[in-house]
């Protein structure tokens, strides 16, 4: 049974930081590039960062990048997402997504809340 199991979301005033973590399980993490997306209320889903596997590479959306950072841990089927200088357009609900260019594969996570606010 595949799982991605998003954590450390929360309320964080303007400036501050938060790291997220998606545990995954169920399929070869190795093999698939992870990503975190959001959503905010009334707006699309967006691309926040994606890292592929194995080379590491990784890209940003323009609206975080110097302030965020994606990794991965392939030991522990474990992505991160680093968040620093966080601004109110921050909030939103921060999706894990796993994706194979093989064949297309994706799966998701259940989300988890971000808010920024003072």
């Known amino acids: 049974q595949v799982q991605l199991v998003e954590s450390g979301g929360g309320l964080v005033q303007p400036g501050g930081s938060l790291r997220l973590s998606c545990a995954a399980s169920?399929?070869?993490?190795?093999?698939?590039?992870m990503s975190w997306y959001r959503q905010a209320p009334g707006k699309e889903r967006e691309l926040v960062a994606r890292?592929?596997?194995?080379?590491?590479?990784?890209n940003y959306a323009d609206s975080v990048k110097g302030r965020f950072t994606i990794s991965r841990d392939n030991a522990k089927n474990t992505v991160y997402l680093q968040m620093n200088s966080l601004k109110p357009e921050d909030t939103a609900v921060y999706y894990c997504?796993?994706?194979?260019?093989?064949?297309?594969?994706?799966?998701w996570g259940q989300g988890t809340q971000v808010t920024v606010s003072s």
């Open positions: 169920g399929f070869v993490f190795s093999s698939y590039a």
């Open positions: 890292i592929s596997s194995p080379t590491g590479r990784t």
């Open positions: 997504n796993a994706f194979r260019f093989l064949d297309k594969r994706e799966y």
